[in-house]
């Protein structure tokens, strides 16, 4: 009734080579985490929640949260937000806080106004920032949070960094303010 048209030996396995090509394929491809792009000719104003890495060349206003992946803002890019991520690296520029789990660099090409919250902080020579640093992060302050009474706990203090001439006034107004207290002490 059937015409056997090839023999046995000819007929392929379904667990033959091409078949395991197929399995190591799709294994490889799930390794290969997924990047989504905002092009420098999209503009977005929202919250931006999601579970893949990101790179911003457009406008983004709002929110992102990508809080176990890797966010880039490219040279393009323009964010005026606050940015939740694993790893954030900025090449454009920022107007929002940073808050990364484990790293946030700065590129020579990037403008950061706002703060940075990550236990490893990265700014490379000509990057511009204006904010306050705080490398304790959330996971430093947890632990804290959790220390034992009589245990030396970190404070959580945010470290101010400012321009060279506004921290000379400052001193200068300090010393001022020094001499004022002895005379006064003095007399």
């Known amino acids: 009734?059937?015409?056997?048209?090839?023999?046995?030996?000819?007929?392929?396995?379904?667990?033959?080579?091409?078949?395991?090509?197929?399995?190591?394929?799709?294994?490889?491809?799930?390794r290969v985490k997924e990047v989504a792009t905002i092009?420098?000719?999209?503009?977005?104003?929202?919250?931006?929640?999601g579970d893949e890495d990101l790179v911003v060349q457009g406008q983004v206003e709002g929110t992102i949260t990508l809080e176990q992946?890797?966010?880039?803002?490219?040279?393009?890019?323009?964010?005026?937000?606050?940015v939740n991520a694993r790893v954030i690296i900025v090449e454009g520029q920022v107007d929002g806080d940073l808050n990364g789990e484990e790293q946030v660099t700065l590129k020579k090409s990037a403008g950061v106004r706002g703060n940075i919250v990550?236990?490893?902080?990265?700014?490379?020579d000509g990057a511009r920032f204006k904010g306050a640093i705080d490398m304790e992060g959330a996971a430093s302050k947890k632990s804290a949070a959790g220390a034992k009474p009589g245990s030396m706990?970190?404070?959580?203090?945010?470290?101010?960094?400012?321009?060279?001439?506004?921290?000379?006034?400052?001193?200068?107004?300090s010393a001022?303010?020094?001499?004022?207290?002895?005379?006064?002490f003095k007399s």
């Open 118 to 124: 990550s236990p490893r902080v990265s700014l490379e």
């Open 69 to 82: 992946n890797l966010v880039t803002i490219g040279k393009e890019g323009k964010v005026n937000a606050t």
């Open 153 to 173: 706990a970190k404070t959580g203090k945010v470290t101010d960094i400012k321009s060279p001439s506004t921290s000379v006034d400052d001193a200068a107004k």
């Open 176 to 184: 001022a303010g020094k001499s004022d207290e002895q005379q006064l």
């Open 1 to 30: 009734m059937f015409k056997k048209s090839e023999p046995d030996s000819a007929r392929q396995d379904p667990h033959s080579y091409e078949s395991g090509f197929s399995a190591d394929r799709q294994a490889n491809t799930a």
């Open 39 to 49: 092009g420098p000719s999209i503009r977005i104003r929202g919250d931006l929640a």
